[in-house]
């Protein structure tokens, strides 16, 4: 009844190669973001109509750029965190249920983190969120792989 199995090459493929074009796109995103003068104008904007503007000599872009790669790191977190855990889990450890869940439930939540941003012009938002799914379902085709593991 030992449920522990080695992770497949072509699962933990899927998982390094899904989260590294999340990684990749988010990466891309942010440069644009922060290097466009149009979109800084439009949080300003944005920041001037919610009345947040503070009369101090404050640095606005500093914190625009601050607020940026704070969002980049939110949305990057859990695809390193899965890319890295799952390499070594191939190497040197094997995985179960906890590993399959634990993750699934990551992803769903910067799934969701995702689509409530509401970025429809930008493709980088559809091909993420393509790519959270095809990561859902890799690590829910694990647990197939576990059970049957079980079985035999």
């Known amino acids: 009844m030992n449920s522990n199995i080695k992770l497949p090459q072509r699962e933990l493929y899927?998982?390094?190669?899904?989260?590294s074009i999340i990684i990749f796109l988010?990466?891309?995103e942010v440069m644009i973001k922060i290097k466009d003068m149009d979109l800084y104008k439009e949080w300003m904007y944005k920041l001037e109509e919610s009345e947040n503007l503070n009369d101090a000599d404050m640095d606005y872009y500093e914190l625009y750029?601050?607020?940026?790669?704070?969002?980049?790191?939110?949305?990057?977190?859990i695809p390193i965190g899965l890319g890295?855990?799952?390499?070594?889990?191939?190497?040197f450890i094997r995985i179960n249920k906890i590993y399959v869940y634990i993750w699934t439930i990551l992803l769903l939540a910067s799934l969701v983190f995702t689509v409530f941003q509401v970025q429809f012009d930008s493709i980088f938002y559809y091909i993420n969120i393509?790519?959270?799914i095809v990561l859902v379902y890799t690590l829910l085709s694990l647990n197939k792989l576990i059970n049957n593991g079980e079985n035999s």
Do not use: D, G, Q
Not at 84 to 91: E, L
């Open 130 to 132: 393509i790519c959270y």
């Open 84 to 91: 890295i855990y799952s390499y070594f889990a191939s190497k």
């Open 26 to 28: 988010n990466s891309m």
């Open 14 to 19: 899927f998982i390094l190669i899904f989260c």
């Open 65 to 77: 750029l601050t607020y940026e790669l704070r969002l980049f790191f939110m949305k990057i977190i």
